[in-house]
């Protein structure tokens, strides 16, 4: 049975329809502040279920960073469901990891929201957003935005999609210890954001032209794309920026969870290990905790017009 689920998981396909357990997100300890004033407070948002079954993970990723950053000495993770039924568990943290649905549907949107968010970010809160949440209208909030992470996509030049890519780390950055080039097949992808002058690129690859669908993404045809990137603004805080991770195999990738756990610490301004964050991991650990997603209703099958009866 092991044997399947791996092989059913590295074709892509859903596991949870074959093991009911992958839905029991009970185990999975929320809002849990730390005691210890001494342990780095790292907040993770996971958004709410969103597209297919294997896609937009958001609650199942956040509970693999939260076991992940467990695992780094002198780190005290906090999970929530979109945001802190209790406010007081963002007391103190050092970074805010968003993982969800963007286009204006973050959960920190809301007035009262934004600005407990942008007095902690103001003070130098390192501020993480991955996949769809780096997607921000335009506007005084988009361009605030950018300043905190570096970058921001905005819908008038910014593309997306699904295509196979092969990353490449560029530059020199804390983030990238022990990243190595990598192919990540079939993720969802966002890029040609609009950047801060302070946002350097983490990560890099080669898109399909036809998925330039912007008139400014077209000019710059055969270009690297930026698909992550780290930005330190002038106060001192810090921001990270992920695109990929649409599939929620794509963790399964040891450049890409080192990538964005390496990013996670450095935007929280812990010291990133010269070989890159370590970390546990096993196939089994992406089939838990995930959403349990209903199928979109069937459509209404279309009626075809009677023939008029043959005289």
């Known amino acids: 049975m092991k044997q399947i689920l791996s092989l059913l998981l590295s074709l892509g396909f859903a596991t949870p329809l074959f093991a009911a357990d992958a839905f029991d997100q009970s185990a999975v300890p929320l809002e849990v502040d730390t005691t210890d004033a001494k342990l780095t407070k790292i907040v993770l948002l996971a958004g709410t279920p969103s597209s297919k079954s294997g896609a937009h993970e958001y609650f199942a990723g956040c509970a693999l960073l939260m076991q992940w950053l467990k695992q780094q ?8 469901r979109e945001w802190p039924k209790n406010e007081k568990v963002l007391e103190g943290a050092k970074a805010v990891v968003y993982f969800g649905d963007g286009g204006g549907k973050q959960p920190f949107v809301n007035p ?3 600005a407990k968010l942008s007095k902690m970010i103001d003070a130098g809160t390192g501020f993480v957003l991955l ?7 335009k506007g005084p909030d988009g361009d605030k935005v950018k300043g905190w992470l570096g970058g921001v996509f905005h819908a008038d030049i910014g593309c997306r999609g699904h295509w196979d890519m092969d990353l490449k780390p560029a530059g020199q950055h804390e983030a990238l210890r022990g990243v190595k080039p990598f192919a990540a ?14 946002g350097k690129p983490l990560l890099v690859g080669a898109v399909p032209d036809k998925s330039r669908t912007s008139a400014d993404a077209k ?7 930026v698909i992550s990137w780290a930005s330190e603004r002038a106060g001192g805080g810090r921001g990270f920026g992920f695109t990929g991770a649409d599939l929620h195999k794509s963790w399964g990738y040891e450049s890409q969870r080192r990538l964005v756990v390496n990013g996670i610490l450095w935007t929280a301004k812990l ?5 890159g964050a370590k970390m ?19 459509k209404a099958p279309t009626k075809t017009p009677a023939k008029p009866a043959s005289k």
């Open 131 to 137: 996949h769809q949440a780096v997607d921000f209208p």
């Open 73 to 80: 000495p002198g780190v005290w993770p906090v999970m929530a």
């Open 185 to 198: 097949p079939g993720d969802g992808w966002l890029y040609n954001l609009h950047f801060a002058p302070e």
């Open 280 to 298: 546990d991991f096993t196939e089994a650990d992406l089939n838990r905790n995930l959403d349990k997603k209903t199928a979109p209703p069937a």
């Open 271 to 275: 010291e990133v290990p010269e070989s």
């Open 112 to 114: 009262e929201r934004w």
């Open 219 to 225: 000019k710059h045809a055969g270009r690297d794309e």
